[in-house]
T-cell receptor, first 114, second 113 residues
Framework: DTGVSQDPRHKITKRGQNVTFRCDPISEHNRLYWYRQTLGQGPEFLTYFQNEAQLEKSRLLSDRFSAERPKGSFSTLEIQRTEQGDSAMYLC????????????FGEGSRLTVL | AQSVAQPEDQVNVAEGNPLTVKCTYSVSGNPYLFWYVQYPNRGLQFLLKYITGDNLVKGSYGFEAEFNKSQTSFHLKKPSALVSDSALYFCAVRGGSQGNLIFGKGTKLSVKP
């Protein structure tokens, strides 16, 4: 399978714990995006990487959130001191710079904070 | 700022009938518009896009969309709905040069046999 893969698919944690999600984009894609989707809403942009550089962060990305893409391939999204409001689906997408715009999404990582 | 609106939370259609899912947009400059579909507990799947050219865009699974500049709309259509088309549909617009997409709230399509 050469699509975008995300791990884990589901994560249940207690409030105050740290969680980390991983995204492996399509191999030739140099752009990587993280989105958050809550029930009944469309995906909301969190952050964007071009190669290893994090070029844009949404105001939704509080100080408890950090994302990395150290070698310009896979990316991680860490949430520290989780809160119940962090419960959501975290979606990763990738694309190739210079493409006409469609993003290719992974299946998502669902976070439940108890 | 770029934005899209999906005025209907839900659309109900009988199988075999035509379907329309509505989307309007607000952009500065030329719009890059997209439709995605999401099945339960799954990621988003790309259906089609409008960048330039013909106002009628054809996409996956028999879907098409009509770009209307004067009405700032980009409605998704299908001539004959299938029960398997039941899903969440999202309209999106390109937010900037970085390529991030700005999504609408989504429309739940329900096709009954």
């Amino acid at each position: 399978d050469t699509g975008v893969s995300q791990d884990p698919r589901h994560k249940i944690t207690k409030r105050g714990q740290n969680v980390t999600f991983r995204c492996d984009p399509i191999s030739e894609h140099n752009r990587l995006y993280w989105y958050r989707q809550t029930l009944g809403q469309g995906p909301e942009f969190l952050t964007y990487f071009q190669n290893e550089a994090q070029l844009e962060k949404s105001r939704l990305l509080s100080d408890r959130f950090s994302a990395e893409r150290p070698k310009g391939s896979f990316s991680t999204l860490e949430i520290q001191r989780t809160e119940q409001g962090d419960s959501a689906m975290y979606l990763c997408a990738s694309s190739f710079q210079g493409s006409t715009g469609e993003l290719f999404f992974g299946e998502g990582s669902r976070l439940t904070v108890l | 700022a770029q934005s899209v609106a999906q005025p209907e939370d839900q659309v109900n259609v009988a199988e075999g009938n035509p379907l329309t899912v509505k989307c309007t947009y607000s952009v500065s400059g030329n719009p890059y518009l997209f439709w995605y579909v999401q099945y339960p507990n799954r990621g988003l799947q790309f259906l089609l896009k409008y960048i330039t050219g013909d106002n009628l865009v054809k996409g996956s699974y028999g879907f098409e969309a009509e770009f209307n500049k004067s009405q700032t709309s980009f409605h998704l259509k299908k001539p004959s709905a299938l029960v398997s088309d039941s899903a969440l549909y999202f309209c999106a617009v390109r937010g900037g040069s970085q390529g991030n997409l700005i999504f609408g709230k989504g429309t739940k399509l329900s096709v009954k046999p």
